[in-house]
Nanobody, 128 residues
Framework: QVQLAESGGGLVQAGGSLRLSCAAS????????MGWFRQAPGKEREFVAT????????YYADSVKGRFTISRDNAKNTAYLQMNSLNAEDTAVYYC?????????????????????WGQGTQVTVSS
């Protein structure tokens, strides 16, 4: 059974940094793209960043580009989201997700419905 477990959330002051981790089990990790999404209170879930199985390609939402960095360690079955220069608008529950993308298929990487498995989420709160 596939499990994705996020960790690393917490309370941080504006301008600070956090590093989220997503530990995966029950799947061939390197075969899956890994994404991060977030959902703030009263708002819809939104795409944050994603990384291909090899780690060779990454995509970011415009709102986090230049501040957040997604990475992965396939030997540890873990994906990461380094978040710098945090602001109040980054406050949300952050979810990691895994997506198996067959070769040749068009990949709507920012669409949550594309992803096959989801974690439970970790809260990030940025105080201003």
């Amino acid at each position: 059974q596939v499990q994705l477990a996020e960790s690393g959330g917490g309370l941080v002051q504006a301008g600070g940094s956090l590093r989220l981790s997503c530990a995966a089990s029950g799947l061939t990790f390197r075969s899956y793209a890994m994404g991060w999404f977030r959902q703030a209170p009263g708002k819809e879930r939104e795409f944050v960043a994603t990384i291909t199985g090899s780690g060779g390609t990454t995509y970011y939402a415009d709102s986090v580009k230049g501040r957040f960095t997604i990475s992965r360690d396939n030997a540890k079955n873990t994906a990461y989201l380094q978040m710098n220069s945090l602001n109040a608008e980054d406050t949300a529950v952050y979810y990691c997700a895994a997506d198996w993308v067959p070769a040749g298929r068009h990949w709507s990487y920012s669409r949550g419905g594309e992803y096959d498995y989801w974690g439970q989420g970790t809260q990030v709160t940025v105080s201003s």
